[in-house]
């Protein structure tokens, strides 16, 4: 496979001298044929570990086993697909899916033991999915290592404060049985320094952030009255929230846009914007973009309205192609990015109104929007890969 774009969009990496030894590394993880966040930041790490540090990299998966991979994947890279299709529980009826995820999960673990048996790898990464249950119990010689691309109160949210007792009860041991595992990890890997305390039974938790997907040619000339959102039109991402925002925004700011872009059912937020009365010729619900960086770039202010982020990935494309960033100050992604007055303004966390000042303020004021946004172009370069690949290096794959 040829990769003209992926590599080239790097600097050459300037970071500490490599070893004569070929570090081997396994990822764990179901699959690569999905657009989203994980799988690009895998596809990513994987990519630039091989090319850059030499490391024999392979990605282990349990689904997808006929499906080409979303992003584009070094030739250095090798995979192995166990095809294992737990995606098939999701067509099962309740009684049947016992038995049958009790099945292909040993049937997981049979195959992923053989595997890392033969592979010997030095490290392995498991993306805690399904293996956290048993990965720990592979004697294979790795040292192995857990990264969360969750924070934890999202992490396999039960909302157990609207469960009846059983359902709390079963929460609560499960979150027991995981911590017990989590524990028996060399590291965990969390995104935010607020994550890493929130972890407060480990003593193995290290804080690594995302990398910037990519690096763009260009910045935004911030000549576009035009807010720009990119999230899926789910729950967690507050598109409703937003929009009850904007309705107070566009009535002080009449020449300003808002456009959305993203994966999802829309029919929910569309019936909403004609209950607020919001002018829809300015306020436009779109599809998922396959040219994230020309919206950035047609755009003058980013705004995140999220109930809650893992890290938030948008955020630092949208400044790195310098944009001004408005947020909710949700856990815990934004204020672990965004410096406060700085290169960005944070609301408080569920607060339209807030949002709404806050997104004033910035439309209103072209000189503070322009060195907002000088200050996100140059604060963002902290999240290049080859930083955030030169941590990994360091603080884990180095390490004993």
Not at 206 to 213: A, G, H
Request: hydrophobic share 40%; with cysteine; aromatic share 10%.
């Amino acid at each position: 496979m040829i990769i003209p774009n992926f590599f080239r969009i790097f600097a050459p990496f300037d970071g500490p001298s490599m070893t004569n030894e070929k570090l081997k590394i396994v990822y764990l993880t179901p699959a690569l044929y999905m657009a989203g966040g994980v799988e690009r930041v895998l596809t990513m790490k994987a990519n630039y570990f091989a090319e850059h540090y030499d490391y024999d990299v392979t990605i282990i998966l349990t689904e997808g086993n006929d499906k080409p991979f979303f992003y584009p994947l070094s030739d250095k890279v090798k995979v192995i697909n166990l095809d294992i299709n737990f995606e098939e529980l999701w067509t099962c009826s309740f009684l049947k899916k016992i038995p049958v995820y009790l099945c292909k999960q040993q049937r997981f673990k049979k195959r992923l033991k053989a595997e890392l048996m033969r592979l010997r790898p030095d490290i392995t990464v498991s993306l805690l999915r399904r293996e956290i249950n048993f990965i720990n119990d592979i004697k294979d010689g790795s040292r192995k290592i857990g990264e969360l691309h969750i924070n934890r109160a999202n992490y396999r949210n039960f909302n157990t404060e609207q469960a009846g007792l059983v359902k709390r009860l079963f929460a609560r041991c499960w979150s027991a049985n995981l911590v017990g595992h989590l524990k028996k990890l060399d590291k965990l890997v969390v995104l935010t320094e607020k994550d890493r305390e929130a972890w407060t039974e480990l003593d193995n938790v290290v804080t690594i952030p995302d990398p910037l997907p990519f690096v763009p040619s260009r910045i935004s000339p911030l000549t576009e009255k035009r807010v720009v959102a990119v999230a899926r039109y789910a729950h967690e991402k507050g598109i409703d929230l937003l929009l009850r925002a904007w309705s107070k925004v566009e009535k002080k700011s009449e020449d300003w846009c808002l456009d959305v872009y993203g994966d999802g059912d829309t029919s929910q937020f569309e019936r909403l914007i004609d209950e607020l009365h919001i002018d829809r010729r300015r306020c436009r619900l779109n599809g998922r973009t396959d040219d994230v960086e020309r919206e950035y770039l047609r755009s003058s202010v980013f705004v995140l309205s999220s109930r809650f982020e893992g890290f938030g990935m948008v955020i630092i494309e949208a400044m790195a192609c310098g944009l001004p960033v408005v947020a909710f100050d949700c856990p815990w992604g934004p204020r672990s990015i965004i410096c406060d007055g700085e290169d960005g303004l944070i609301a408080e966390n569920g607060n339209t109104d807030d949002l709404a000042d806050k997104l004033l303020r910035v439309i209103s004021n072209k000189a503070l929007r322009t060195s907002m946004a000088h200050t996100a172009q140059r604060n963002v370069q902290r999240f290049r890969i080859e930083h955030i690949a030169e941590q990994w290096h360091n603080e884990i794959f180095l390490k004993k």
